[in-house]
């Protein structure tokens, strides 16, 4: 079974871990990256801030007392926008991104939003049908380029 609570300081090591696992799949990285590496610490430090510095909330699934997803909400006038949403691989299909996604959207109208939007990769084709099957909508499309040196 699984349940959704806020993030708690007591899950820092357990969340740092997938988190991780998270920055590694998103980045789509082929070299090393452990916790120490400075872009991955940033990331983490982000993430954590989020609730910290007031600006949101990270809320944690578990299974069996176990981490095995997380996201992030923050509000920003009328719009909620939710981040990071991750659960992981060994856990994805058995209903903790669902129910991540209806806690976000519970507290997402708690705090005053009228709408909620999320990022997700273009390629990454499992995401974007899992929120299509939750009736949300591709309304933008965001372009980038690598800068390099």
């Known amino acids: 079974m699984t349940t959704v609570r806020q993030y708690e300081s007591q899950d820092e090591k357990a969340f740092r871990s997938i988190a991780l696992e998270n920055y590694i799949e ?85 705090m005053g939003a009228s709408r909620i939007a999320l990022r997700v990769d273009a390629d990454n084709a499992g995401s974007r049908n899992f929120y299509i099957k939750k009736q949300y909508q591709e309304k933008f499309v965001v372009m980038s380029k690598a800068l390099g040196g």
Request: hydrophobic content about 40%; some cysteine.
């Open 26 to 110: 998103q980045m789509k990285e082929s070299q090393a990256v452990t916790a120490e590496t400075p872009a991955v610490q940033a990331y983490l430090e982000h993430i954590i801030g989020i609730q910290a510095g007031g600006k949101g909330l990270v809320l944690v699934a578990e299974q069996e007392n176990k981490l095995v997803g997380f996201g992030c909400l923050q509000l920003e006038g009328e719009y909620a926008f939710m981040s990071d949403l991750y659960v992981t691989p060994g856990k994805r299909g058995q209903g903790a991104g669902t129910l991540l996604t209806e806690k976000f959207e519970e507290r997402a109208r708690s």
